[in-house]
């Protein structure tokens, strides 16, 4: 399927979703939440890991200040509703996902970025939830992302302050977990992409579900979640497959079942 402003590629079970509207430093508008939407289901239906980015200069300047000018309420609601289900989606599922962070990452493109699994920042980006400069409120989850990354004080100034951070600061305070060169950006989300593709898949799917109730989780809660995953997984083809491989000394065939 192909969308006006959202790109989908998929190649060696690695899908990359581009927001393709570089004019406008990919600020949404029209249809493109939920053709975001749409992208992200059908890429991850048909891979094992999933890169997020950016056409041009920037990673996305979030919503479209233009329209938004000119808006009524009852128009901003079905798009504020539809950006929850583009985060919603994006915690949910299976496999990994990481945002190739290539530019300017502001409002509901920094959410976006906080939603996936892991970021990649070009050394050229900036990020920030920008909302309190023209009179909104965060949306995307930046509030419950920027909260648990970077803690709450961190949270707070970038809210309050609504400031551009540098890429080599976001990496500081835990926003994103790797700078690159800008020119190595896309090449370095691959090679990572490559090594979620190549784990488990059963492994990577009761992981995620572990590692995200453990944000909120007593220990007790994660030890009894971990010993459901890990008895689970040794069930599973892969498991048989990744120790027999080991033993073998070869590389494991993973089939995610």
């Not at 920027?146 to 540098?166: C, K, Q, W």
């Not at 009761?206 to 979640?225: C, D, F, H, I, S």
């Not at 000394?249 to 079942?257: A, D, E, Q, V, Y």
């Amino acid at each position: 399927m192909t969308w006006d402003h959202i790109r989908l590629e998929v190649d060696e079970a690695i899908a990359t979703v581009t927001l393709d509207r570089p004019e406008a430093l990919n600020a949404f508008s029209g249809s493109m939440r939920s053709d975001l939407l749409a992208a992200i289901q059908e890429g991850a239906d048909e891979a094992r890991a999933l890169i997020v980015t950016g056409a041009g200069t920037a990673f996305s300047a979030g919503g479209d200040v233009k329209f938004m000018a000119k808006a009524r309420p009852e128009d901003l609601e079905p798009l504020v509703e539809q950006g929850k289900r583009v985060v919603t989606l994006l915690r949910s599922l299976p496999i990994p996902t990481l945002a190739a962070v290539n530019g300017v990452a502001v409002g509901a493109g920094l959410g976006l970025a906080l939603a996936c699994d892991v970021r990649m920042a070009a050394r050229t980006a900036r990020l920030g939830a920008s909302f309190a400069r023209v009179g909104l409120h965060p949306d995307w989850g930046v509030s419950y992302f920027l909260t648990r990354i970077a803690g709450p004080a961190v949270a707070r100034d970038l809210v309050f302050s609504g400031r551009l951070v540098p890429a080599e600061e976001a990496l500081s305070l835990g926003i994103v977990n790797w700078v690159v060169p800008a020119d190595e950006l896309l090449a370095r989300a691959l090679q990572k992409a490559r090594e979620f593709r190549d784990a488990s898949p059963v492994s990577i799917r009761w992981a995620k579900q572990t590692l995200a109730r453990a944000e909120n989780a007593t220990l007790e809660e994660v030890l009894e979640l971990e010993q459901l995953a890990q008895l689970a997984s040794f069930r599973s083809e892969d498991a048989r497959e990744g120790l027999n491989a080991l033993v073998e000394k070869r590389t494991p065939n993973f089939k995610g079942r």
